[in-house]
């Protein structure tokens, strides 16, 4: 089984500052790692993925995930945030083989203050 | 640009009633997906649909809950009675083939209520 834990509820930033949202998980199988965005009164959407290759992956509204297996974090950074960032986001697993069970963390409410 | 669609948005019911979701999914997306998310937490899978056949179905409340796909396309699911712990979010998602590495896309949710 797996677990994902989001070591902070919330993160109150202001704008064009940087942030990272902290994800650790525990799997004894290789896992696929994502994030997810959920904007207000909107649905999950899939921010970027890490399945293979380089560590570092992107999104292409500027943000970044790094894959630490050795840590088994997978922290999500942006260097400078915008209003618009304003969300809850998502870190997810799922089991390599067979099919996709995402198995989510609790969820960090990013907001950015002005 | 396609999209998961879910009705209703809202939903109240008396504990005890039965209330029933309603989700089409991406057209061509063969998975379809389950989820219910509590205030504060992660969203959880209930069940996963491989076209019409369940794939998983082992975290869903089977005393209550029902979920059918019957033509392989749109999913209804089903709680009867409902109870006031059932309060939650039901999100439903679809993908391609259902694998690991395919995305799922989700819809707004149903956001159910109940007194």
């Known amino acids: 089984a797996q677990s994902v834990t989001q070591l902070d509820s919330q993160v109150p930033v202001f704008e064009e500052a940087p942030v990272e949202l902290r994800c650790n998980y525990s799997s004894s199988v290789s896992v696929y790692l994502f994030w997810y965005v959920q904007y207000p009164n909107q649905g999950l959407q899939l921010l970027l993925k890490y399945l293979s290759g380089s560590t570092l992956v992107e999104s292409i509204n500027g943000f970044e995930a790094e894959f630490n297996k050795s840590q088994t974090s997978f922290h999500l950074r942006k260097p400078s945030v915008h209003i618009s960032d304003t969300a809850e986001y998502f870190c997810?697993?799922?089991?390599?083989?067979?099919?996709?069970?995402?198995?989510f963390g609790q969820g960090t409410r990013l907001t950015i203050n002005p | 640009e396609a999209e998961v669609a879910q009705s209703p948005r809202y939903k109240i019911t008396e504990k005890s009633q039965a209330v029933a979701f309603w989700c089409d999914p991406i057209?061509?997306?063969?998975?379809l997906y389950w989820y219910r998310q509590i205030l504060g937490q992660g969203p959880e899978l209930l069940v996963q649909f491989q076209d019409e056949s369940v794939v998983d179905d082992s975290q869903l409340p089977k005393d209550r809950f029902s979920a059918e796909r019957l033509k392989g396309v749109d999913s209804t699911l089903k709680i009867q009675p409902a109870e006031l712990g059932d309060s939650a979010m039901y999100l439903c998602?679809?993908?391609?083939?259902?694998?690991?590495?395919?995305?799922?896309?989700f819809g707004q949710g149903t956001r159910l209520t109940v007194v």
């Open positions: 997810a697993v799922s089991e390599i083989q067979g099919a996709q069970k995402l198995v």
């Open positions: 998602a679809s993908s391609l083939e259902g694998t690991a590495d395919t995305e799922a896309f």
């Open positions: 057209s061509g997306h063969a998975t």
